[in-house]
């Protein structure tokens, strides 16, 4: 079965922080995804990575970078936090054919 | 662009029914179509993935079918159990890649 790890469940930060969700899968995918999910909302794309330091905006980059330095381990970062950041973060794998396989979430909220 | 809607929002049903969960989409030229189911505070798991080739898709009691033509999926859920309580959403790709696009979720509770 493939495993996506998400670093933290629960995440409690300050605004203007320099946040870092970390999102580990074991089966050696090539892409990984992170999104947010928010009541109403629903799951929105923030950026995609095909291959390792390859990336690709989402549907919602503003605010967020991402680094792949290694294929198993896709990071995203909020550079400066802000309270409209607080959310589910989703981080999902896949081999270039779907399904796509999610880690549990960051519920990530900025104070 | 592609949009997904899922109709109803909710839905709560007594144990032992058999219902059906829609999926519309406005972009029929679709490759496949996934159905994921959500508990509460946790991921997606993925339960059906149906090829765009493909009119229907099986796993034990869920039963997934596509009409691409009119852009509808549904899900079939036989002999609801109140463990069936989650949020289900249906997502497809974006044109030839691997991004998706999902619909706002029906969330559905079974009484025992």
């Known amino acids: 079965d493939v495993k996506v790890t998400q670093s933290s469940r629960y995440l409690v930060k300050r605004t203007g922080e320099k946040v870092f969700l970390e999102c580990v899968q074991d089966?050696?995918?090539?892409?990984m995804f992170w999104y947010r999910q928010d009541p109403g909302l629903g799951l929105r794309l923030i950026y995609f990575?095909?291959?390792?330091?390859?990336?690709e905006k989402g549907d919602i980059p503003e605010g967020y970078s991402v680094s792949r330095e290694k294929k198993e381990r896709f990071s995203l970062i909020l550079e400066s936090a802000s309270t409209n950041q607080t959310s589910m973060y989703l981080c999902?794998?896949?081999?270039?054919?779907?399904?796509?396989?999610f880690g549990d979430g960051t519920r990530l909220s900025i104070l | 662009k592609q949009e997904v809607t899922q109709i109803p929002a909710a839905l709560s049903v007594p144990e032992g029914e058999n219902l059906v969960l829609n999926c519309s989409f406005t972009?029929?030229?679709?490759?496949?179509l996934q159905w994921f189911r959500q508990d509460p505070g946790k991921g997606l798991t993925s339960l059906l993935l149906?090829?765009?080739?493909?009119r229907e898709q099986t796993s034990g009691r869920l039963n997934a079918s596509l009409d691409k033509s009119s852009g509808r999926s549904t899900l079939y859920i036989a002999a609801s159990q109140p463990g069936d309580s989650a949020t289900y959403l249906c997502?497809?790709?974006?044109?030839?890649?691997?991004?998706?696009?999902f619909g706002g979720g029906t969330r559905l509770m079974v009484k025992p």
């Open positions: 089966m050696d995918h090539e892409n």
């Open positions: 999902a794998t896949d081999t270039g054919h779907q399904p796509q396989h």
């Open positions: 149906i090829q765009s080739s493909q």
């Open positions: 972009d029929s030229a679709i490759y496949n």
């Open positions: 997502a497809v790709p974006r044109n030839a890649g691997n991004m998706l696009t």
């Open positions: 990575s095909y291959d390792v330091k390859m990336k």
